[in-house]
């Protein structure tokens, strides 16, 4: 039966609202295509600047890949996630920079997908494509879609969770439950900051009475459960190595107590409206100025926006005044703050300022990229190379080669590299592939510093001559050797405008303390 058969014998009532209902269905289905066809593009653009990208492998970035040859349920520093994904996507893909920063963009775009549904679910559908395409557009998103790390497996693992959570609130499902478990399992394992999700939705609970019978549903317990089984292995993982992950998670928090710290609040605070946007972020804090002025002017959708957000940046900003916080701490908290200034500005037809910032953040979006393309060719005023920090890692770990081979050719060759830096074992771990020799990483102290001080650490064993490669004029590691000879000192370039200078000494002679 087709469909005006279908309606031949109807009342007109039901003629008008099925014709309603298929309209209403049509339009959301074009809405859909044309989200994903804008949000495919920006994506395939992103692939083309990560292609013409000529920024080295920052530090991080060169860790977790090392850390992604030997795939484990722990590491150093981080959770064992952000290894998995860049292993899958080197096997897959090859070793090249590209390769390994292709699953943020993927990632990326899965997190936008997942904005646009958390947007449908609690608004409409054009609430969902601006804000989909906002977060798309977010210059952190920009920023971070040209480099792999931890926050980008995370956002996708929030916003997925946000999504289920949503989703339970309206009726408790076993999809839902099982989404939510996936969710915060892969969020712990991303990043420990997932653990936020978990104080939003208690803070949510207790100012939403209307939903504190979700409580009494197993469906959120066998959620919960399900994500702590999922990160359990981790922990299993820390305890059999010294919890040295939830050491280094601690040490980065550095509570010191006082005193305070208000200009280090205050710049935190500040770096926000480079994260999120200068429009949306201003919206942001207008938006919660309101909601504390008049709680009731919030409905049960901003409600629940509001308590995923607003903590997390209160958190993140008491951290930076007890002691110091990075701009992209606060990173999860932007999930729901993009849908609800979204929500918000198109529910105030403030179409001005909605237009003014997607020009704005698109303008950012398109910065990066050219600047990554020109990364060590750019001169900006008073900052200028922004990337010089992430150059120089090629050249170091060519400089390396060269003092291997002039040590072979003069006939004293060189038995294993040494360095007293983590940035430099960093770089060379993925840089230095080609040496051969081994490369070993200073370990002072009875903990740790870094993955390299755990894996490749120098001992009494270690082949010699050693060729020290330090940062330091007068590195302490010297005073370790019998025999200490300073070799030669050199200006690495770190772009055009940009060096760094690597000290270069050869030990012999270890000595035990």
Not at 6 to 13: E, H, M, T
Not at 20 to 34: G, N, W, Y
Request: charged share 15%.
């Amino acid at each position: 039966m087709n469909g005006q058969q279908g309606y031949a014998n109807a009342s007109p009532d039901t003629v008008v609202l099925g014709m309603r209902k298929r309209a209403s269905r049509s339009l959301s289905e074009r809405s859909t295509t044309a989200f994903l066809a804008v949000v495919g593009v920006i994506a395939a653009l992103r692939l083309l600047a990560l292609a013409f990208n000529r920024t080295d492998l920052y530090m991080d970035e060169a860790q977790y890949w090392a850390w992604s040859l030997e795939p484990a349920l722990g590491y150093f520093s981080k959770p064992p996630l952000i290894a998995w994904i860049i292993h899958g996507a080197t096997t897959v893909c090859g070793e090249t920079e590209a390769c390994v920063r292709l699953p943020a963009i993927a990632l990326h775009l899965l997190t936008a997908l997942l904005v646009y549904a958390i947007g449908w679910r609690l608004y409409d559908k054009t609430v969902a494509f601006w804000a989909g395409l906002g977060y798309a557009l977010l210059p952190a998103v920009s920023l971070s879609s040209g480099i792999i790390s931890t926050d980008v497996p995370l956002l996708a693992a929030w916003a997925l969770a946000l999504f289920a959570f949503a989703g339970m609130l309206n009726g408790p499902s076993l999809a839902n439950a099982l989404l939510l478990a996936l969710a915060l399992g892969l969020g712990l394992n991303a990043k420990y900051a997932m653990a936020y999700f978990a104080a939003s939705a208690a803070l949510y609970l207790v100012i939403a009475p209307e939903s504190r019978g979700l409580l009494r549903s197993p469906h959120l317990w066998m959620a919960l459960a399900g994500g702590l089984a999922l990160i359990a292995p981790n922990v299993l993982w820390n305890a059999t190595n010294g919890f040295v992950t939830f050491a280094h998670t601690a040490d980065n928090a550095n509570w010191r107590g006082i005193p305070f710290h208000p200009g280090k609040a205050a710049e935190f605070l500040l770096a926000q409206f480079g994260v999120f946007g200068p429009v949306l972020f201003g919206a942001f804090l207008v938006i919660v100025w309101r909601a504390v002025r008049k709680p009731s002017v919030a409905g049960p959708s901003d409600k629940l926006l509001l308590a995923f957000s607003v903590p997390i940046l209160a958190a993140v900003t008491l951290q930076a005044l007890i002691s110091r916080a990075h701009a992209n701490w606060a990173a999860p908290a932007y999930i729901a703050a993009i849908a609800l200034v979204t929500a918000v500005m198109i529910r105030d037809r403030e179409w001005t300022w909605m237009r003014a910032s997607f020009a704005i953040n698109g303008a950012v979006a398109l910065f990066l990229a050219l600047a990554t393309w020109q990364a060590g060719h750019l001169a900006l005023p008073i900052v200028g190379d922004p990337f010089a920090r992430t150059l120089g890692n090629r050249e170091l770990a060519t400089a390396v080669e060269a003092e291997l081979a002039r040590a072979a050719n003069e006939g004293k060759p060189i038995g294993s590299v040494l360095t007293d830096d983590r940035e430099y074992a960093a770089a060379l771990a993925y840089y230095g592939r080609g040496i051969t020799v081994p490369i070993l990483s200073w370990r002072d102290g009875a903990s740790p510093r870094s993955h390299f001080e755990i894996k490749s650490p120098f001992t009494a064993a270690a082949p010699a001559p050693v060729l020290l490669v330090t940062p330091r004029l007068a590195s302490p590691v010297t005073r370790r050797f019998a025999s200490a000879t300073p070799v030669t000192m050199r200006e690495i370039p770190a772009g055009r405008h940009t060096t760094r200078t690597v000290h270069f000494s050869t030990l012999d002679g270890y000595q035990h303390r």
